[in-house]
């Protein structure tokens, strides 16, 4: 079945390793073969966009918000953005929350230890040799979100039921709906 959006913004928040590219990565691929209009931001791809961001406390909150901006002009437009950032403050994401009008935090709470065993990029392993400052987890707090829509724990859950948890949720709040045989 085909499926249309009234259009939000999916927040997915975590660590570094925790899997949330990764499911939001799948959920964008299930969605888009039902033809929902979307739009994909991910903290790697973005970084290209916006070179000169750096990752001192203030960067990185800065960076947040501009692209929190940027999802709700999208969503305005009955997009569904699909936005996966690890966005450790919640200023930054609670200013994004502020600015959209369905905003969806997804906190993919993977413990840090599962996230360092996984370590795809070894970047926990570099910052823990010191080559990486301010790395998140480690030298610089990550404030999880006190009440997110939706909470996930990629050690304890497949990439399959996470998304299925994310588009039941999307569903159940009528931001995707069946799309009339006639769209």
Known sequence: MNLKTTGAVVWFTGLSGSGKSTVAEKLVKDLLKKKVDIEYLDGDKVRDVFPQTGFSRDERNMHVKRIGFLASILEKHGILVIASFISPYREGRNFTRKLCRKFIEVHISTPISECMKRDPKGLYARAKRGEIKNFTGLDDPYEAPQKP???????????K?????????????????PRNKKS
């Open 149 to 159: 829509e939706i909470r996930i724990d990629t050690s304890l859950l497949t990439v």
């Open 161 to 177: 039921e996470a998304v299925s948890i994310v588009v039941d949720y999307l569903k159940a709040k009528d931001i995707l709906q």
